[in-house]
């Protein structure tokens, strides 16, 4: 069997004060370089499970394992920097620094991740040859990220969680803003990329059509039990 990068055992979880949401999953696994796409309904839990998955909340319950590593095991401060080095993260809104320069954004994570930083080299060069292989313009690092388009910033977040090559790429919904056009553009970008690597991909979407392109569909019917009830 490979490697698995990502693995989820008996993992509960509750919003606090959202007594009606529930969401279980018992088992969960993304090998080394496997590309999978997570489907599902809005309110059925992408999104928590992204946040369980790269660390920013805990399970009430179970495991969560990244590497080899179960985070809920380490502290606030270890757990940031073992996501910066393990995890590079899509958010859904891009989640850009708007007053940085579009190189403060994408050389952010290197920060507290040692490791992945090393493995950047030259992280300056590193970044703006990711700007180019990503189709953004010439000296676009020293632009702030509020002065790009909504598809120029996609790419910028998508070369932040590219950068120094972590093990996994996670990504909610990251082509929901694009044309189909630029949403093939953009998938041909983060293949090329993570086939390079060996990289590992969980994206979520509510578009099946995405499907054929990844090694796995899931839905996250098939894989989690989900409480959902008005309160
Ligand atoms: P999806 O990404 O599949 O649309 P979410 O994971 O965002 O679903 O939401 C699942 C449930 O968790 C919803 O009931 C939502 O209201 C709730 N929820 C999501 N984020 C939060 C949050 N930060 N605080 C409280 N409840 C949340
Ligand atoms: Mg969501």
Not at 188 to 198: G, P, R, S
Request: charge should be neutral.
């Amino acid at each position: 069997m490979s490697e698995a990068v990502l693995t989820l055992s008996n993992v509960g979880y509750r919003w606090p004060g959202r007594a009606g949401f529930a969401l279980t999953v018992p088992d969960l696994a993304v090998a080394l370089g496997e590309s999978v796409l997570l489907l599902g309904e809005s309110g059925s839990g992408k999104s928590t499970l992204l946040s369980l998955i790269c660390g920013a909340i805990l399970p009430d319950s179970g495991v969560v394992s990244i590497a080899g590593t179960e985070i809920s095991s380490l502290s606030g401060g270890a757990r940031d920097r073992y996501r910066a080095e393990q995890i590079g993260v899509i958010f859904q809104q891009f989640n850009l620094l708007p007053f940085g320069t579009v190189s403060d954004n994408i050389l952010l994570p290197l920060r507290f991740a040692p490791a992945r930083r090393k493995r950047a080299g030259v992280a300056l060069a590193e970044a703006t040859q990711l700007c180019a292989t990503l189709g953004l313009p010439e000296g676009v690092g020293s632009e702030k990220a509020s002065a790009l388009s909504v598809g120029q910033q996609q790419r910028v977040a998508v070369a932040r969680a590219l950068i120094g090559h972590p093990p996994l790429i996670i990504a909610d919904e990251p082509t929901s803003a694009l044309d189909a056009n630029s949403q093939a553009a953009f998938l041909d970008l983060l293949f090329a990329q993570t086939q390079t690597h060996q990289t590992s991909l969980l994206m979520v979407s509510h578009d099946p059509r995405l499907g054929e392109r990844f090694d796995r569909v899931i839905n996250i019917e098939d894989i989690a039990k989900i409480a959902r009830s008005a309160s």
